[in-house]
């Protein structure tokens, strides 16, 4: 993991400023002679910047976004636990974690990061874009903001502004994170059985009704306690909270919420799509019911030169993570 500090004063969407930021990120392979085979992944909302970690079978050695033909990188998000400026950075003006007085980010934050870094790694041409859910968002974003950076975009299981869906469940996650009582106290793990819960209804939102029966149904009919689906959402939880920070999952919820690619740019959606030139391939899948394949058949229409690609699996939002071997079989065609 590599560390990039900016210490000029960074400007927040919402008026507020960070007295500089630091942001962590993951690099792979080496940039060739003509600097035209950088790819750069930005990740969704608990992963980090190691994204051959956490996309094996699409990014990695040996995958067809490798190392050996390419320079990668992924960094972490501003907002996130992991290096990069976030509740859990220490407050200049306090000496102490931020925790919830971090101010909000917004997606435009996290991208107007990326730039920085771009421009400190000397990056003049991204090659090849590519996000998935929320990495998605940062994707269209920055095609938007620096359209004349990036040659060719690939987004996955993604919108071009958050739904009342997605708000709804961000929404009732955060409740349950409030509703524990060590929320926004002192204490260094402030909220976490809050966050297990959060966990668990975001879980239900990645999945769908076949593949959570599929696999988590009990075959003893005698059962009246502690059934299979419940174990496994208990673990899930556990699982998260024991490596993420309550403070970034509520503030990178709030993030997400914000997501509108049209905010202050006339409101239109379709027409602010319509400036995205870049050749752009854009994947559903058919099994999502937190991201439908509307969105992205919408984003691949509105935007001038997409293709869409429909994957089908069982696996819901979080098919872009599992089905790596149909997703590269769709990228390898495509680009």
Known sequence: MKEYIHSHPFTLENGKILNGITINYAT???LNADASN?????????????????WPGLVGEGCFISPEKHFIICANIIGSCYGSTGPASIDPATQQPYQQNFPQVTIRDMVQAHQLLREHLGIKKIHLLIGGSMGGYQALEWCVMEKDRIENLFLLVTS?????????????QRLAIEADPTWNTAIPHAGQ??????????????????????????TDTEKTDDYRASSYINYQGQKLASRFNTHSYWLLTKAMDSHHIARGRGGNIDSVLASITQKTLVIGISSDILCPVNEQKHLATAIPNAT?????SDYGHDGFLIETEKITAKLRDWL
Do not use: M, P
């Not at 071009?160 to 009732?172: F, P, Y």
């Open 28 to 30: 792979y392979g080496e």
């Open 38 to 54: 950088v790819v750069w992944v930005c990740h969704a909302l608990t992963a980090n910047a190691e994204v051959a970690s956490w």
């Open 160 to 172: 071009a502004t958050e739904s009342a869906w997605g708000i709804g469940i961000h929404s009732a």
């Open 193 to 218: 059985n809050g966050l297990k819960a959060a966990r668990a209804i975001g879980i239900l939102s990645y999945r769908n009704y076949n593949n959570f029966v599929q696999k988590q149904s009990d």
């Open 308 to 312: 869409y690609a429909e994957i089908d």
